[in-house]
Structure formats: C-alpha cells, structure tokens
C-alpha cells in the first residue's frame, strides 16, 4: 500500500512559481509510475504529467508543457512538480498519484493511489 501527501501549495502572482512536493509511503514506490492532476472550480479532474518509475521518462500535457518539470528521488520516496510562468489557468487542486499499471499514464484510471490534494492559487 502506498499513501501519498502533498505540499508546497499556495498563492502566488501570475508569472511566478512554486514547487509541489509528493511524499510517498511503502517499499513500492520505487517501482511506480507517478502522476499529477489538477482540478479547478468547476471542472473535471485533468492529467498533468507523469514520470516512470526510474525517473527516465517524463511527459507533460500540452497545457503545461515547457512551464511544468515533474522529477523524483526513489532514496527519499518523494515526486517534485516544478511550476514556472504560472498562469491563473493553473489555479486549481493539484493531486500526485502512484501506478504500478502498465498503460496510458494520463489516463486516471491508470492510478491506484491518491494523495489528498494542494491548492494552488495563482493570481493575475
């Protein structure tokens, strides 16, 4: 079993940054592929990014691509999610989750464990 915590949320100005941290419990996590969501007021939950296992392989939505990096350190069972140029679009709930399926990593269902969720507020 895997539980996961985020923090590092807040608010922040349109065009700064933060960096959410994912903190992992249990011995699988280093063998899981991790991702991010996020949730804004009103709208379904949307894929963010996700990193493999390793930490080899990283991709991010078109949304936030070249604005958003995603890594991680299996020694510290932790996952990061580097958020530059924010835009008031990024403004929502952002959740890491944990995956020890193979498939389509932007694909909710793919993801088994669930953090709790951090806002971030970004204001313009």
């Known amino acids: 079993q895997v539980q996961l915590a985020e923090s590092g949320g807040g608010l922040v100005q349109a065009g700064g940054f933060l960096r959410l941290s994912c903190a992992a419990s249990g011995r699988t996590f280093s063998s899981r592929t991790m991702g991010w969501f996020r949730q804004a007021p009103g709208k379904e939950r949307e894929f963010v990014g996700t990193?493999?296992?390793?930490?080899?392989?990283?991709y991010c939505a078109d949304s936030v691509k070249g604005r958003f990096t995603i890594s991680r350190d299996n020694a510290k069972n932790m996952v990061y999610l580097q958020m530059n140029s924010l835009k008031s679009d990024d403004t929502a709930v952002y959740y890491c989750?944990?995956?020890?399926?193979?498939?389509?990593?932007?694909?909710?269902?793919?993801?088994?464990?669930w953090g709790q969720g951090a806002q971030v507020t970004v204001s313009s």
């Open positions: 989750a944990a995956s020890r399926l193979v498939g389509d990593p932007t694909r909710e269902d793919l993801y088994d464990y």
């Open positions: 990193i493999s296992w390793s930490g080899g392989n990283t």
